[in-house]
C-alpha cells in the first residue's frame, strides 16, 4: 500500500485560510503610528479652535456624548457651553498613546482622551489632570 502526498479532499482552503489569518495580522487595522497621528491631528485642531475661540468648530471636534454631556450641564447650545469653560492653555504635544479606538493626548498644559467614530478621532474628554491613584479631573467631559 503506498500513501499518497496529496492534501486531503475536502480541505483545500486551509493553506489560503492560513495564508489570509497571516496577511490580517500583519496589516491589522493600520500601525499604531498612524492611529498616533491621527489623533495628535485631532487634539491639535480641538485645541486652535479653543485658543482662537471657535466654539462651533471646537465643538464639532466633541465626541456626541461629551457635546451632549456639556450642553446638558450648562443648559445651553454647545458653542455657549463651550464659550464658559476655562480650558487652560497648551504649548504643543510631549506624548500619544492609542490603543485600538482610544487615545491620550499629553499637551503642555493638557490631557485630552479621544475615541474613533466613523468621522475620525473626537474628543472625549479635555481640560485633563492627573491625580495621584485616582482617575484624571477632566473640565469637559462625556457622561
Excluded at 497621528?37 to 480641538?46: E, L, R
Amino acid at each position: 500500500m503506498t500513501r499518497s502526498r496529496h492534501r486531503p479532499a475536502g480541505r483545500p482552503w486551509c493553506g489560503l485560510l492560513l495564508a489570509a489569518a497571516v496577511a490580517l495580522g500583519a496589516t491589522g487595522c493600520g500601525g499604531p503610528a498612524p492611529r498616533q497621528d491621527a489623533a495628535a491631528a485631532a487634539a491639535a485642531a480641538f485645541e486652535a479652535a479653543a485658543a482662537a475661540d471657535d466654539h462651533v468648530r471646537a465643538c464639532a471636534l466633541l465626541a456626541p456624548e461629551t457635546r451632549q454631556q456639556l450642553e446638558q450641564n450648562a443648559q445651553k447650545t454647545c458653542p455657549a457651553a463651550f464659550a464658559s469653560q476655562e480650558l487652560p492653555t497648551t504649548r504643543g504635544i510631549r506624548e500619544v498613546e492609542a490603543y485600538g479606538r482610544q487615545a491620550m493626548v499629553r499637551m503642555e498644559g493638557d490631557t485630552l482622551f479621544l475615541s474613533l467614530f466613523t468621522a475620525g478621532w473626537k474628543v472625549m474628554a479635555a481640560g485633563c489632570t492627573p491625580r495621584p491613584d485616582q482617575p484624571y479631573n477632566c473640565l469637559i467631559k462625556g457622561a
